[in-house]
């Protein structure tokens, strides 16, 4: 991101309330991650294993959270949590201004809770209740009767409470069971853009508090998803699906329904989950197994195949 007006390093250490090292009257141009840094730009660095890498990029100023023996000629603000300061200077400085919607559906009953913002051409159905300092980006439809808590994100596109995918094959073809549930989600959720969260078939689907969506992920029915959670792009989940706190899916898991997943479970990209797993470790494949097994039966066929 670059700034409209460049400010000073002296600038940045007074908003930031933080020791700096460096010209005062040096310009900060621009704010970028590590990967996207051009001169002008500062970047931030809070791990020591990326301090190299930050030192040595084309930043000339650098938010870290100690002060090298090698700065590499960079300029720095000192930080205790240079992650929340970077994000402090993006807010101070990124300033979007969004539509506000004067054209949203907005069906009977709705609730929407102070501070919250909802875009233009989305839908929010009958009953719909948003608390909170919310975000609803353009072209989000809610079906009635979700409720959404404080201080959540829906991205464009996103769909949340359809009817579940539940059907009874018969001879002349196949006949849907009604949905009659809902959606639940929890304070500080975010969700990316053409997600799809399936209401329950009688009960609820939860989202817990402080879970994260990328986008296109789908949430079947009755899914219950704890604290906490990571859900990377074209996650599947499977109905009545219950998953802990703390757990991550990386890209494109696939999730078989009715089945447990345990608090901290790791699933790495690509894998399938065809039957309840523990929590607190690391998974891979399909069916997915513990990354460590996986890894030594991998190097076992490698050997195998050097020996022929």
């Not at 809770?113 to 909802?118: A, D, I, L, M, P």
């Not at 959404?148 to 094959?169: L, S, W």
Request: with cysteine; proline share 4%; net charge neutral.
């Amino acid at each position: 991101m670059q700034l409209t007006h460049p400010i000073t390093l002296e600038q940045a250490a007074h908003f930031l309330q933080c020791r700096y090292v460096g010209e005062p009257d040096a310009p900060i141009t621009g704010l970028n991650e590590i990967h996207k840094v051009r001169p002008g730009d500062l970047t931030f660095v809070d791990f020591h294993k990326y301090y190299h890498k930050a030192l040595h990029s084309a930043a000339d100023f650098v938010l870290i959270d100690q002060e090298p023996d090698d700065r590499n000629y960079k300029s720095l603000l000192i930080s205790k949590n240079p992650f929340d300061d970077f994000n402090k200077l993006i807010r101070r400085f990124h300033r979007p201004t969004p539509i506000i919607g004067e054209h949203f559906y907005q069906g009977v009953g709705v609730q929407i809770g102070e501070g919250s913002r909802v875009m233009e051409h989305a839908v929010l159905g009958d009953g719909v209740v948003i608390g909170r300092d919310c975000l609803i980006y353009p072209h989000v439809v809610i079906y009635p009767g979700t409720y959404i808590g404080d201080r959540v994100v829906i991205h464009a596109n996103t769909v949340i409470g359809q009817d579940a995918f539940y059907f009874k094959r018969k001879p002349e073809g196949y006949d849907k069971l009604l949905s009659c549930g809902r959606v639940l989600i929890h304070n500080d959720v975010e969700i990316g853009p053409c997600c799809t969260i399936s209401r329950g078939v009688s009960g609820d689907t939860i989202i817990g508090a402080g879970t994260k969506f990328d986008a296109q992920v789908h949430i079947g029915h009755g899914v219950e998803m704890g604290k906490n959670c990571l859900m990377a792009a074209q996650v599947g989940i499977g109905g009545k699906t219950i998953i802990g706190d703390e757990v991550k899916f990386w890209g494109q898991v696939g999730v078989q329904k009715d089945i447990r997943i345990g608090d901290g479970a790791e699933v790495l990209g690509q894998s399938g989950i065809t039957k309840s797993i523990d929590g607190g470790q690391v998974y891979f494949g399909t069916p997915a197994t513990n990354v460590r097994q996986v890894y030594r039966e991998m190097a076992w066929l490698r050997s195998q195949a050097r020996a022929k």
